[in-house]
């Protein structure tokens, strides 16, 4: 039986889109582990495959990029708290390997330290990338401003003098990672971008037209559609009773600073036709109140169970809340607070799909507005989710395991046989 081991960044956004591939691989016969957040092991185990805990002080280690005055500090933050991780996560995933033994590794690239070690550990190996990707294109703009595609010479302009100063604001925080790397006996990385290209396959967790088209992808880059996966939940009967339309407002799993889109979603939203449904997941519901009986405000729900539910989200433009609306053909209003979140707003834009509303444009009266103009965007998301059906999934993840595992006939023959 061939063995596959999955290593995650310390997030539970990063965790559940690799576990549809998880269980392909499990169901096809393989010994799967599944190394993540403590507090995931039943979740996981639950689904079927085997949990490993992550060395807690890795988890200790929250990202505070929230914290930054402006993007480029915002950048720093998240690349340095990444480097700090590193060496943590070489040791936690050296000693899996000693324990697991596996025959294949499925590395988080937000795991710098585990990706590096993975380089040198003599096995076959991918990363997993669930956001989009920030790497120079003809056709694709500068990462992070959530600027739109370059229209002729002066908008790649623009984006060639964007990636050479985040590649500058980038060294500092990435010189202990290089230094670990050379400890390692990997080779350097000659920038963030390089990141995101070592991994001899990068299994790619959204599609086109949802990400920009690009005529110059890395070679690298495997598209898979987004990860659907989450822990199985029925939608709750409270659900049924409010009245349609249903508007979902959900921020952040992680703390950033985003409850005012929750106050500006109460304030503008609750007296509007239909009803409202607020997770507020990082932030305790005793912050937020409504006496509307058609408003309902609690902490966690699955958007999962939900999803198929609901008839416009409202979010901060996390992947996974964003890229499972549109899988349901659901259209957005996107209020981008930081991290990936400018890129995932104008991507909903430039398909059509939603609306991008700018943090500091936000308010009652424009969120409000936002979502009048969101609710006729339907076909738009409609188009992205048969894009998302298209792209193959799980099923096409397992052809990369397929082919790293000739020896033992790769995971269809996995059951059958023992890896030599």
């Given at each position: 039986m061939s063995t596959v081991l999955f290593y995650t960044s310390p997030a539970r956004g990063h965790l559940y889109p690799m576990m549809d591939l998880a269980l392909a691989l499990r169901a096809r016969g393989a010994r799967v582990v599944v190394q993540t957040l403590a507090a995931e092991k039943a979740a996981v185990e639950a689904a079927g495959v085997e949990h490993r805990p992550l060395d807690p002080a890795i988890e200790a280690l929250p990202l505070d990029d929230w914290k930054g005055t402006n993007p480029l500090d915002a950048m720093r933050r998240t690349l340095a708290r990444w480097v700090e991780r590193a060496p943590l996560e070489v040791e936690d995933l050296r000693g899996a390997i000693r324990d697991?033994?596996?025959?294949?590794?499925?590395?988080?690239?937000?795991?710098?330290?585990?990706?590096?070690?993975?380089?040198?550990?003599?096995?076959?190996?991918?990363?997993?990338?669930?956001?989009?990707?920030?790497?120079?294109?003809?056709d694709a703009p500068a990462f992070g401003p959530g600027l739109p595609p370059p229209a002729g010479w002066v908008g790649r302009l623009r984006?060639?003098?964007?990636?050479?100063?985040?590649?500058?604001?980038?060294?500092?925080?990435?010189?202990?990672?290089?230094?670990?790397?050379?400890?390692?006996?990997?080779?350097?990385v000659s920038g963030f971008h390089e990141l995101f290209t070592r991994p001899p396959v990068l299994l790619h967790r959204t599609a086109e037209p949802f990400?920009?088209?690009?005529?110059?992808?890395?070679?690298?880059?495997?598209?898979?559609?987004?990860?659907?996966?989450?822990?199985?939940?029925?939608?709750?009967?409270?659900?049924?009773?409010?009245?349609?339309?249903?508007?979902?407002?959900?921020v952040s799993t992680e703390h950033q600073d985003d409850t005012p889109i929750v106050h500006a979603a109460l304030a503008g939203l609750a007296d509007g036709p239909g009803s409202l449904v607020v997770t507020t997941a990082a932030h305790d519901t005793a912050a937020f109140s409504s006496p509307n009986p058609r408003v309902w405000v609690t902490r966690f729900l699955s958007h999962a169970a939900v999803m198929?539910?609901?008839?416009?989200?409202?979010?901060?433009?996390?992947?996974?809340?964003?890229?499972?609306?549109?899988?349901?053909g659901v259209p957005l209003v996107v209020v981008p607070w930081g991290r990936d979140q400018l890129e995932t707003a104008r991507r909903v834009e430039h398909c059509g799909a939603g609306v991008m509303l700018p943090r500091g444009s936000l308010s009652p009266s424009s969120l409000r507005a936002a979502v009048e103009k969101a609710r006729g965007m339907r076909e738009g998301a409609r188009r992205v989710a048969t894009?998302?059906?298209?792209?193959?999934?799980?099923?096409?993840?397992?052809?990369?395991?397929?082919?790293?595992?000739?020896?033992?006939?790769?995971?269809v023959a996995a059951a059958g046989g023992g890896a030599p």
């Open positions: 697991v033994r596996p025959d294949a590794l499925l590395v988080d690239i937000n795991a710098l330290g585990a990706g590096a070690l993975a380089e040198v550990a003599g096995l076959p190996w991918a990363s997993h990338l669930p956001y989009v990707l920030p790497v120079p294109s003809h984006d060639q003098l964007l990636w050479t100063v985040q590649g500058w604001a980038a060294r500092g925080p990435l010189a202990p990672y290089q230094r670990l790397r050379a400890e390692l006996g990997a080779v350097p990400e920009y088209p690009r005529a110059d992808w890395p070679a690298n880059v495997v598209h898979l559609g987004p990860g659907l996966w989450a822990p199985p939940e029925a939608p709750p009967p409270r659900l049924a009773e409010m009245p349609g339309p249903r508007t979902l407002v959900s198929g539910h609901v008839d416009l989200v409202v979010t901060h433009g996390g992947m996974g809340t964003t890229q499972r609306a549109l899988a349901a894009a998302f059906a298209a792209a193959g999934g799980a099923e096409a993840g397992l052809a990369w395991v397929d082919g790293v595992l000739p020896r033992s006939g790769g995971v």
